[in-house]
């Protein structure tokens, strides 16, 4: 079982809807990740939080809002989506935000989101 | 940002072929990761490894580091060893791990 818990699993949504992911871990870890797949990809990061604090945006686009609320939870809330933004949302986990080294990522399942 | 090949990009075996995945990285070696990617999108952490060699049962992964390059070794392949297996690698960035576009592998029975 992962320790990276994701939830939903699965989720469809219109383009006027808003809709939040959530992300949840309880390994005392510092970073967290959220990473966008499209299928037949690799995952490409969007945002990194360290410490609680947006620490990396990589240019997303700004219908896709990140939170933070402690240290355990990360959301990610959807509002006016496009269906090029169907793809399965990866979050992450890792130790220590202050070393390069030594804090391998923890990934969640997922959540396979589909817009229509 | 730093650059990671992986080779071959698709490999078909039949079951209980050995085979290696290999990975090389135009920046240092850091947070190196190997993960398998199983059929239903699960991203499955095989190896942390910037450095040496590690063994889990049937696979084993080899980092040189000086050489900037990674090696996974697969062997009595089994069909669900199936799937997508990336090495991302940090670089000298904290955070940002940057994937390949990994190896599609196909057991067959």
């Known amino acids: 079982d992962t320790e990276v818990t994701q939830t939903p699993k699965h989720l469809v949504m219109g383009m006027t809807n808003k809709k939040s992911l959530k992300c949840e871990q309880h390994?005392?870890?510092?970073?967290m990740y959220w990473y966008k797949q499209k299928a037949k990809k690799p995952p490409e990061l969007m945002f990194v939080?360290?410490?609680?604090?947006?620490?990396i945006n990589e240019s997303v686009p700004s219908r896709f809002s990140p939170e933070c609320p402690n240290s355990s939870l990360l959301n990610l809330h959807l509002h006016a989506l496009q269906p090029e933004d169907s793809a399965l949302y990866l979050c992450?986990?890792?130790?220590?935000?202050?070393?390069?080294?030594?804090?391998?990522?923890?990934f969640g399942n997922g959540t396979r989101l589909t817009v229509t | 940002g730093i650059q990671v090949e992986q080779s071959p990009p698709d490999l078909i075996l039949q079951e209980g072929a050995n085979s290696t995945l290999r990975c090389n990285f135009s920046?240092?070696?850091?947070?190196l990761q190997w993960f398998h990617q199983n059929p239903w999108g699960q991203l499955i952490n095989l190896f942390y490894?910037?450095?040496g060699t590690k063994q889990n049962g049937r696979l084993s992964a080899t980092t040189v580091a000086t050489e900037r390059y990674s090696l996974l070794y697969i062997s009595s392949s089994q069909t669900t060893d199936s799937g997508v297996y990336f090495c991302?690698?940090?670089?000298?960035?904290?955070?940002?791990?940057?994937f390949g576009k990994g190896t599609l592998l196909t057991v067959n029975p």
């Open positions: 992450a986990s890792s130790q220590n935000p202050d070393r390069a080294d030594n804090s391998p990522l923890h």
């Open positions: 390994m005392g870890h510092r970073a």
């Open positions: 939080y360290s410490y609680e604090k947006l620490s």
């Open positions: 920046d240092s070696v850091n947070n």
């Open positions: 490894i910037p450095s």
């Open positions: 991302p690698n940090s670089g000298g960035s904290n955070y940002k791990l940057t």
